[in-house]
C-alpha cells in the first residue's frame, strides 16, 4: 500500500521536487505520503551534474535502507548547451522523446554499475523530462492543444504566454510558490493521467509509477 511506502526523490532542484511530490500526492490521494528529498536538500543548490554524482554516492546507496522506492529526476536540455564531460555524455541528437529516455536510462544504468541496478531496479524509477520539468506543466493549460501540450521545446516561454492571465505571475525565475501552485492542478490520479497521455516523458514516468508502485 502506499501508506506504508517511503520514497526519496533526486532531481536537478527544489522546484522539480515540488512537482513530483504534487504529482504522488495527487496519484494516490494520500497528502500524507512519506517522500523524503534526497537531493537537493532544503535549501541547498542543485543542477544536474549533482544528479549524476548523487547517484553515484555511498548516500545513495544508503538511501535504499529507509526508502522503498526512489525516484532519479533529470532534464535533458542540458545536453545541447555547453560542455559536458566524456563521462556523462550521450548523444541525444536527432533522437525521439522516446528514444532519449531511453538513453538517459541507460546512462543512468551505466553509472550506477548493472549488479547494483540488477539488484535495486524494481526500487528506481526514472523521472526523465525532455527536455525540462516545465514541459510536464504544458498539458494543464494546453488540454485541447496537442501541438503545445506535447513540446518539448520553448516550454517555459509557452507557459507564460497564459500563466500570467490564468495565475496571475511568469515563471521566468524559479520561485517554489509558483512551482507549487501550478502543480496543485494534478489534484488526482484521472487528472495526472489525462494529462500525461499528452507529453510522451510526462506519460513514460506515469507508466513507471504504474508498473512499480502502483499497489
Request: glycine share 4%.
Amino acid at each position: 500500500m502506499w501508506s506504508e511506502k517511503t520514497l526519496g526523490i533526486i532531481s536537478e532542484g527544489v522546484t522539480d521536487q515540488v512537482v513530483l511530490e504534487n504529482i504522488l500526492y495527487g496519484w494516490t490521494g494520500d497528502k500524507n505520503l512519506s517522500i523524503t528529498r534526497l537531493q537537493p536538500k532544503e535549501n541547498a543548490p542543485g543542477n544536474w551534474d549533482k544528479v549524476f554524482k548523487y547517484c553515484q554516492s555511498n548516500d545513495f546507496k544508503s538511501a535504499f535502507s529507509f526508502c522503498d522506492i526512489i525516484i532519479v529526476q533529470i532534464d535533458t536540455d542540458f545536453m545541447q548547451r555547453g560542455e559536458v564531460s566524456s563521462e556523462y555524455r550521450i548523444n541525444i541528437q536527432n533522437l525521439a522523446v522516446e528514444e532519449v529516455i531511453i538513453a538517459f536510462k541507460s546512462k543512468f544504468i551505466e553509472l550506477l554499475g548493472n549488479e547494483f541496478y540488477t539488484e535495486y531496479k524494481k526500487e528506481i524509477l526514472f523521472a526523465v523530462s525532455v527536455n525540462e520539468m516545465e514541459c510536464w506543466l504544458l498539458p494543464i493549460y494546453f488540454p485541447n492543444t496537442l501541438s503545445k501540450a506535447s513540446k518539448t521545446e520553448n516550454c517555459i516561454n509557452t507557459l507564460n504566454t497564459v500563466l500570467k492571465q490564468k495565475e496571475g505571475f511568469y515563471i521566468n525565475e524559479k520561485r517554489i510558490e509558483f512551482y507549487e501552485k501550478i502543480s496543485k492542478h494534478f489534484k488526482k490520479r484521472l487528472d495526472i493521467e489525462k494529462y500525461a497521455s499528452k507529453n510522451p516523458s510526462f506519460n513514460n514516468f506515469i507508466q513507471e509509477v504504474k508498473d512499480k508502485i502502483l499497489a
